[in-house]
């Protein structure tokens, strides 16, 4: 069953993924990027991170997703406007590129030897692992300084894209 | 099938696929939405080990510090979207282009 929801989500990943990355009109891009996050959230569910995932859904699917709609809305892009793409032989060479860049994590991945490739019993896991409650007190406790800190990253963040974006300051 | 291996194997095939499309493609929005590509497949790594690690009862880390690190980049992903759209936002309202391509003020 586990099995079964892992190659389905991968599939649903990496479908979407090139669909994105394919896709002439960028709405068509945005569209697949919501069902790229809803796989992964399947993934990082299965991974025993349900915290994550809902954040994963919420964040990107909610926020940045929409961002992006919001934006080609307001640009409404003509035919001529999108950006001009390169020839055949420029995307054989960047995907040439991209094949290089995933089999040096491949082979390696592949090829070596460990002691166990499986993610171990459930039972091993600390009870309620990965839910709001227990990433929460990593948050506050251990991490309390990191989590803090992005208030300021996001508050600068929201203030830089607020005055760039405006017509006149 | 559902193991380690397999799912940094396909956390590389999306950051491939992220890399292409930043390197392939001539629309600043399409670039960006390699980029989140590319921090998603980061994420997945990062999940998963976290769950190979917790699993582990001799093992210090909790496991925890995966999922921390998987909300940090979030939160900086999600910065990273809103100032680059706003600086997409006020590239087309001077040049009317988003094609990286024709971007070459600075050329000298």
């Known amino acids: 069953m586990t099995d079964l929801l892992f190659l389905l989500a991968s599939a649903v990943c990496l479908v979407s993924a090139l669909a994105v990355v394919t896709r002439k009109n960028p709405i068509y891009s945005a569209l697949s990027l919501v069902s790229f996050f809803g796989g992964l959230a399947v993934l990082f569910l299965l991974l025993r991170a349900p915290f ?6 919420i964040v990107y699917a909610g926020a940045i997703l929409v961002l992006f709609l919001f934006v ?3 640009l409404s892009l003509k035919e001529e406007e999108l950006g001009k793409e390169k020839g055949g032989r420029f995307k054989l060479f960047a995907a040439g590129l991209a094949v290089v860049l995933a089999l040096l994590v491949i082979l390696p991945v592949l090829g070596s030897e460990t002691a166990r ?13 990965g839910s709001a409650e227990h990433v929460g007190m990593g948050l506050f406790g251990n991490f309390a300084l990191a989590f803090e ?3 300021i990253l996001i508050l600068a963040a929201m203030m830089g894209a607020v005055v760039i974006a405006k017509k006149r300051v | 099938m559902f193991t380690l291996s397999n ?26 939405m390699s980029v989140e590509l590319m921090l998603n497949a980061g994420n ?19 496991g925890l510090t995966g999922h921390v690190f998987v909300l940090m980049t979030m939160v900086v992903a999600a910065a990273e979207v809103a100032v680059g759209l706003a600086i997409l936002i006020a590239l087309f309202r001077n ?3 988003v094609d990286p391509g024709e971007l070459d003020l600075l050329k000298g």
């Open chain 1, 52 to 57: 994550v995932a809902a954040m994963q859904l």
């Open chain 1, 72 to 74: 080609i809305m307001l």
């Open chain 1, 117 to 129: 490739d499986d993610f171990g019993p459930e039972s091993a896991l600390a009870p309620r692992f």
């Open chain 1, 149 to 151: 800190s992005t208030s």
């Open chain 2, 7 to 32: 799912c940094i194997v396909l956390s590389a095939l999306l950051f491939a696929i992220g890399a292409y499309g930043v390197v392939a493609r001539r629309n600043i929005l399409v670039m960006l």
């Open chain 2, 44 to 62: 997945l790594a990062l999940i998963a080990f976290s769950r190979y690690h917790a699993s582990i009862p001799s093992s210090a880390a909790n």
């Open chain 2, 95 to 97: 040049r009317q282009t």
